[in-house]
């Protein structure tokens, strides 16, 4: 697409465990992200998520795949070229307090990144740092504050501030409001959607709550052990799941109307381990609608309507 800025293709993530075997946390997983969109990762914990954003953003190095950023393959990425791309591409991180250092004050945390990159001046840095933390909703008498001094809200708007200084195009957002309360992952969610407005940046979002994902997402990618599964703009994902496993995340999905009833789809056993993958499809083990097709071969995602892909040999059948 004309206005897609970063994508991976087949990107994969191998890690070794004992005696030498091969645990693939990300397998053969592609996905395009566009000017000023929100993309999210969904699924459940350890489904490879996190590694999937660490790798697309190679703060770990992917075993194989491809990583393309405005057309430039970012793999080849060396010295400045690589600099330049950190630049453009930020984190968030789940956990705000063991991201920031306790012996920093915060509005030297936020300017660290202006000297890393050796932008602006004494006085220029200042001025952009408390324009930046301003904008987060830090108060001017905060900034000579530690982290410990905030609450876990107020510290992921720092986290949020420190990645917005270097005006970057992405934002990788990795489970930025499971730790905080209900009213204040609404809080941080609309400032997120600010944000987007105000800096035109485009979001990679990872996250394991479908209603989260619901709000803020223009696109939805389900994962399920290192794959995914299903593929969809986020109204037509949550109106109508093709696949097996998003239709039982959907379906834990708390209702606010009390008068509405759905069926809840229970998921019986484990997650496989990633040690010992089932043959073929690997929701076959979970899936109500199993077939020996299942286990004999893995399913492509294909494109079944529009935007809309999938991965399952029932669909449609």
Do not use: W
């Amino acid at each position: 697409m004309e206005d897609t800025i970063f994508s991976v293709k087949n990107l994969t993530k191998e890690f070794y465990s004992g005696r030498k075997k091969i645990i693939k946390a990300v397998n053969n997983v592609s996905f395009e992200l566009r000017e000023k969109e929100t993309y999210s990762l969904v699924g459940e914990s350890g489904c490879g998520k996190s590694t999937t954003g660490r790798a697309a953003l190679r703060l770990i190095e992917p075993t194989s795949g491809e990583i393309m950023y405005h057309g430039r393959d970012a793999m080849k990425f060396k010295g400045k070229e690589m600099l330049d791309f950190r630049r453009r591409m930020q984190m968030v991180f789940q956990d705000p307090y063991s991201s920031l250092n306790p012996r920093m004050t915060i509005d030297k945390i936020v300017e660290e990144p202006l000297i890393i990159h050796k932008l602006g001046n004494k006085a220029e840095r200042e001025a952009k740092v408390a324009e930046i933390l301003s904008k987060v909703g830090i108060r001017r008498d905060q900034f000579k504050r530690y982290p410990h001094e905030f609450s876990g809200g107020q510290k992921q708007r720092i986290s949020m501030a420190r990645a917005l200084i270097l005006n970057p195009e992405i934002i990788v957002c990795d489970e930025p409001v499971s730790a905080l309360d209900v009213s204040i992952q609404a809080q941080v969610l609309n400032l997120l959607k600010k944000l987007q407005d105000d800096y035109n940046v485009s979001y990679l979002f990872i996250s394991h709550d479908m209603s989260v994902v619901k709000y803020i997402s223009d696109r939805i990618g389900v994962m399920y052990l290192g794959n995914i599964v299903e593929e969809a703009d986020a109204e037509d994902l949550f109106a109508n799941p093709l696949h097996p496993y998003t239709q039982a995340l959907l379906s834990a999905v708390p209702e606010a109307d009390p008068d509405i009833r759905k069926e809840r789809i229970t998921l019986h056993g484990e997650i496989p381990s990633p040690l010992n993958v089932p043959s073929g499809c690997p929701f076959r083990t979970r899936c109500r609608y199993a077939t020996e097709e299942c286990a004999m071969s893995k399913p492509e995602l294909r494109t079944v309507d529009g935007s809309h892909r999938v991965a399952c040999h029932n669909y449609n059948k």
